[in-house]
Nanobody
Framework: QVQLVESGGGLVQPGGSLRLSCAASGRIFSINAMGWYRQAPGKQRELVAAITSGGSTNYADSVKGRFTISRDNAENTMYLQMNSLKPEDTAVYYC???????????????WGQGTQVTVSS
């Protein structure tokens, strides 16, 4: 099995910063795309940022210029640096990964349990 564990969430004032981490472990041959999603109360889950194994990135328009996604392929870890946080960034943030397990020819999709980010004064 594969586990994704997020960390780094918390309470921060508007304008502040947080860094989220997502560590993947288990039976992993390689990881293709990884991404951060978020879900605010009463809203659908939305893509925040994604990164390929080669390092190509894309961002939601609402976070461009404020958030930076990165990954360490050797450590199977992904990060989200969040700067200039706004109250509307408040949500549960989820890690997602497309994982190739040993001896499998197609990848499987995995989710973390989520970490709460609250931006409030």
């Amino acid at each position: 099995q594969v586990q994704l564990v997020e960390s780094g969430g918390g309470l921060v004032q508007p304008g502040g910063s947080l860094r989220l981490s997502c560590a993947a472990s288990g039976r992993i041959f390689s990881i293709n795309a990884m991404g951060w999603y978020r879900q605010a109360p009463g809203k659908q889950r939305e893509l925040v940022a994604a990164i390929t194994s080669g390092g190509s990135t894309n961002y939601a328009d609402s976070v461009k210029g404020r958030f930076t996604i990165s990954r360490d392929n050797a450590e199977n870890t992904m990060y989200l640096q969040m700067n200039s946080l706004k109250p509307e960034d408040t949500a549960v943030y989820y890690c997602n990964a497309e994982v190739f397990r040993p001896y499998r020819t197609t990848p499987s999709n995995y989710w973390g349990q989520g970490t709460q980010v609250t931006v409030s004064s």
